[in-house]
């Protein structure tokens, strides 16, 4: 064989090898989106059955079952932003939620100012970031705030 013979069924598999490994990125890449789009549903759903006027704690032990709870730690982005003028602290705070949305949620009530929470830098991602402590407790200790500054 020539090596202009080799050299191009060795371009034809370079190229039937990238078109694989293409499809099977396509394909990983809509599975993620699909399962990102139904936990972002199921933590909204969670959201909103956990109405202030109904606790999901006595909810929870209403049924028998134990709350289980992740400690977060959110840490404003940038500070000088003018959205953070909507909200009473510009400190990271570690939250105890059930979810990433949960803990914005709270973050974002206990440091509004007034009643309203839309439009708070604490419920956006681009203003806050969110994390999972490295020191997770399972459960707030009895009779302490969700939301602790630090």
Known sequence: MKQSQISIRADALTAAARAIVEAEKATHDAKTARLRKA??????????ASAPGKPRARALKAKGR??????????PINDKDPA????????MCQVWADS??????????????????????????????????????????????????L
């Not at 936990?39 to 909103?48: F, N, T, V």
């Open 84 to 91: 953070w003028e909507r909200s009473s602290s510009r400190a």
């Open 66 to 75: 134990k709350q289980l709870t992740d400690v977060f730690v959110l840490r």
């Open 39 to 48: 936990r972002l549903d199921k933590e909204a759903a969670g959201l909103s």
């Open 100 to 149: 990433e949305a949960h803990a914005r949620e709270l973050a974002a009530r206990e440091f509004s100012r007034g009643d309203d929470t839309m439009g708070s830098p604490w419920l956006s991602p681009d203003k806050v970031h969110c994390s999972l402590a490295e020191a997770v407790l399972k459960r707030p200790p009895e009779g302490h705030a969700r939301v602790v500054k």
